[in-house]
Each structure stands twice: as structure tokens, then as C-alpha cells.
């Protein structure tokens, strides 16, 4: 059962009627207003009105909420499910949240005003957020999308991160490449270090001496990955390769490449994690790892429905996604 204005008044030690006096918009003192937000927050408050709608109107309505910072994958994967939410009479609403905030209180005011019947949560660590807290209390169903998590457990649809990451190291080692750099975005985010993780293993296969895994990490801004590009190629001994761990990345460092003189794959060889136009027709063409973005929307569209129904009868559910390697022509063989 969701809390009432009794519990905020037992938690703020106000009257009802100054806490009633602010939900309906009238002016109170400031001291008070904030006292009443934050125990809004921490017990996931919403008005009965609303919580009314939420439990008993069907809206067929969900949403999909993204990180501020976004690029072309995420308008890839949003149209994906929007497109399998129509054929089930669901319409979507798109919502952005701030990834470095933990305080969620604001969207989640949001999805409640759209009165969602469920969420697709794309890389927010709910462990460091009050969203999951304010979802749960309210029963609303969400699922993790490019991500694994066990604490809180919820449904998971991701890419094979790990696997995908091994592999495209081994295939640059194999090639006679013994000093490889990466750039990858949030360390702390779930893929990137799931994709630095197979990149270690396969390091360690090959028997590669730590100081040659040159690993750096940032944001996943197109400005930082530029800035640690430039770093990485300027050290007295850069690698021969560098793996790209995101879109962003990889746009980066091919923006820096006149810059720095770098000719592909001559000078340096380039894979990136994700494909786009830009790479295929750059010349020469970039190599990648291919997520298949229809199926982890479709996974992800068709658990949230299940659950929506009720269906929980496999919960948690973690999906993982086969990736696929492109090869084309930006890594040298060194080892003939």
C-alpha cells in the first residue's frame, strides 16, 4: 500500500493541513515546502488521485526513459519498440533523466502525470537512484535495458558485452597487435565495464603485461572521448590498436585523426563497439561489433507487456543478445 499525507505528517512533524496546503499549490513557508519534498522522496509519495489512476485506469500507455546524453542507438532501439508497442495497442512516451543525479523524484512525477502502465529503464543504476524505490512502491513493472542487475533484481535485456569484447581483442592479439588501447565511457556504467572485462580476459589469455592494456575511461560525451583519444595517441609508446567501446568514442577519434597525423590502418588500427553509416564510409572503412538492436527492443517491449499482465512467473528475467563482428579494413596485420 502506497503511503498517505498521515505518514508525511508523522515524518515531518506538520499538520495536515500545511501538507494539504501544498499539494494543492498554495504557499507555505519555504523551511516547511522543503521538509514535505524530501519526505515525498524518501516515501515515495503520490497524490490518491493519481494513485488511483495508476492502479485501476488502463491508459495502454509506457515509456521509455533515456539518459540525457544519447546517441543514435537509443533512437535505433525507442523506434524498435515503439514499433512492436503499436501492434499491441501500447502508445510510448520517451522521458530523459540525468545520470549523474540520484535523486529521480522529478521524472518519476513525470511518468505518474502520464499515468504509465509500465517503464524501460536504459542505463540508469537504480542501486544509486530513489527511482527503483518510487517504482516498486507503486507497482509500477520496469524493465533494465543494456544492463544486468541483480541488486535491486528486476528483468534485464542486454547485449553479450563480455563475450563480444573477448572476442574483438583476441581478433586485434591474433593479428600481432601487443600494445592495445581502450576507450570506453562511465567505468562504473554496467557495459563498459563488462566490455573492459572481456578485454582483460582476453589480454590475459595472451599472456599481455598489464602496462600494454592501456584502458581509459571518461564520460560518454563526444568531447571527453576526443580529449582521452588525443592523450592515449600522444604517450612515447601509443599502441597499435585502440578498441572504441561506444558511437561516441569512435566518432571522437576519427575527428582527431588529421589532427594527430594518423593514418588507418597504417599508423594505428580502430575497431569500434556499434555500427553507423559514417563508419562504413569512412575510408578505410571501420571494422565494428554490431548489437542487434531490433531484438533487444522486441525483448525488452515483449517482457514489459508480460509483466504488465501480471505474468511474473519468471521473474527476474535476463536476456542476453548476440552480437555480430563486422570485419572491414581498419586493422593491420602485423604478425605476417
Known sequence: MGSTIKDIARDTNLSLATISK?????????ENQKLIEESIERLGYIPNKQAQMLRSHRTNTI??????????FWGSICSYVEEYMQRHNYSTIISTYDPSSQDQ??????????????????????????????????????IYLDQVMTEPAGDSV???????????????????????????????????????????????????????????CGDFTAETSGKLFKKLMSQQNPPTAVFLLGYFMTVSAIQQLDNLS?????????????????????????????????QMGTEASRLLLKR?????????????????????????????
Open 262 to 294: 594518423i593514418r588507418i590502418p597504417e599508423d594505428l588500427s580502430l575497431i569500434s563497439f556499434d555500427d553507423d553509416e559514417i563508419f562504413s564510409a569512412f575510408d578505410p572503412p571501420i571494422s565494428v561489433v554490431v548489437q542487434d538492436l531490433a
Open 158 to 216: 542486454t547485449s553479450d558485452n563480455c563475450y563480444s569484447a573477448y572476442c574483438t581483442t583476441k581478433y586485434l592479439l591474433e593479428r600481432g597487435h601487443r600494445r592495445v588501447g581502450v576507450i570506453g565511457g562511465d567505468i562504473d556504467s554496467y557495459t563498459t565495464s563488462e566490455r573492459i572485462r572481456g578485454f582483460r580476459s582476453a589480454c590475459r589469455e595472451f599472456s599481455i603485461p598489464e602496462q600494454d592494456q592501456i584502458v581509459m
Open 63 to 72: 515509456c521509455i526513459l533515456l539518459p540525457v546524453i544519447s546517441d543514435y
Open 22 to 30: 501544498y499539494l494543492n499549490g498554495k504557499k507555505i513557508l519555504p
Open 105 to 142: 523524484s522529478e521524472v518519476y512525477r513525470h511518468l505518474v502525470s502520464a499515468q504509465v502502465e509500465g517503464v524501460i529503464i536504459v542505463s540508469l543504476d537504480l542501486q544509486r537512484s530513489n527511482l527503483f524505490t518510487l517504482l516498486k512502491s507503486n507497482n509500477i513493472p520496469y
Open 308 to 336: 504488465i499482465q501480471g505474468d511474473y512467473s519468471d521473474f527476474p528475467r535476463t536476456k542476453i543478445i548476440k552480437t555480430h563482428f563486422i570485419e572491414r579494413s581498419s586493422v593491420r596485420d602485423l604478425s605476417k
